[in-house]
């Protein structure tokens, strides 16, 4: 039993003195000449909340042909031209589509199918879109390109001109997929 205690004493100290090598600044310090550090501009750009609701939407708007010329210079290239088929290489999620597939044994999770409110495409296209250029666009396009990929999914009219209030009353098809927060101090939005 004593030989047990032993080890055990032992092997704490072990894992002890590695965390402190480890975890020690002197083993970190200096510059390894990777990233910079981030700007205001640069949290600028992804220091947004847009809520189902439409609050935290910024100001602006896009239409539907305005939003179809943004997603063929800007999106096409990993989604694919019509939405339902991503190029094949790029990982890139299909983002209309799948109806009806979440319960089934090969669900297609998209935009269409999947997200509960549109405010989730906006602040997601704003934050990470394009992925070679994320937070490139400006919010006139990317209430544009929202409006282009709703409309092809048949989510909203063609003619609608998206902006903060618009955003906020799109009705998603899964809307009522998700189960809502049961907590009083959480605002659900349904």
């Given at each position: 039993?004593?030989?047990?205690?032993?080890?055990?004493?032992?092997?704490?100290?072990?894992?002890?003195?590695?965390?402190?090598?480890?975890?020690?600044?002197?083993?970190?310090?200096?510059?390894?000449?990777?990233?910079?550090?981030?700007?205001?501009?640069?949290?600028?750009?992804?220091?947004?909340?847009?809520?189902?609701?439409?609050?935290?939407?910024?100001?602006?708007?896009?239409?539907?042909?305005?939003?179809?010329?943004?997603?063929?210079?800007?999106?096409?290239?990993?989604?694919?031209?019509?939405?339902?088929?991503?190029?094949?290489?790029?990982?890139?999620?299909?983002?209309?589509?799948?109806?009806?597939?979440?319960?089934?044994?090969?669900?297609?999770?998209?935009?269409?199918?999947?997200?509960?409110?549109?405010?989730?495409?906006?602040?997601?296209?704003?934050?990470?879109?394009?992925?070679?250029a994320p937070g490139s666009l400006t919010d006139n396009e990317v209430y544009a390109?929202?409006?282009?990929?709703?409309?092809?999914?048949?989510?909203?009219?063609?003619?609608?001109?998206?902006?903060?209030?618009?955003?906020?009353?799109?009705?998603?098809?899964?809307?009522?997929?998700?189960?809502?927060?049961?907590?009083?101090?959480?605002?659900?939005?349904?």
């Amino acid at each position: 039993m004593s030989i047990n205690i032993k080890k055990l004493v032992l092997g704490k100290c072990c894992v002890l003195a590695l965390g402190m090598m480890f975890t020690s600044s002197s083993v970190y310090a200096g510059s390894y000449g990777l990233g910079s550090p981030a700007s205001a501009s640069d949290i600028a750009k992804i220091d947004i909340d847009v809520m189902p609701d439409g609050r935290g939407a910024p100001p602006g708007q896009g239409t539907y042909a305005e939003g179809k010329e943004v997603y063929l210079d800007n999106c096409s290239g990993c989604h694919g031209t019509d939405m339902a088929k991503p190029v094949k290489g790029t990982g890139a999620a299909a983002l209309r589509g799948g109806r009806g597939t979440l319960a089934s044994g090969k669900p297609k999770k998209t935009v269409e199918s999947y997200w509960p409110y549109a405010s989730t495409a906006f602040d997601f296209i704003k934050r990470a879109m394009p992925f070679n250029a994320p937070g490139s666009l400006t919010d006139n396009e990317v209430y544009a390109v929202v409006n282009y990929i709703l409309a092809e999914g048949n989510i909203i009219d063609k003619n609608t001109t998206m902006n903060a209030k618009a955003l906020a009353n799109v009705k998603m098809p899964n809307r009522n997929g998700f189960i809502s927060d049961p907590r009083p101090d959480v605002f659900n939005y349904d």
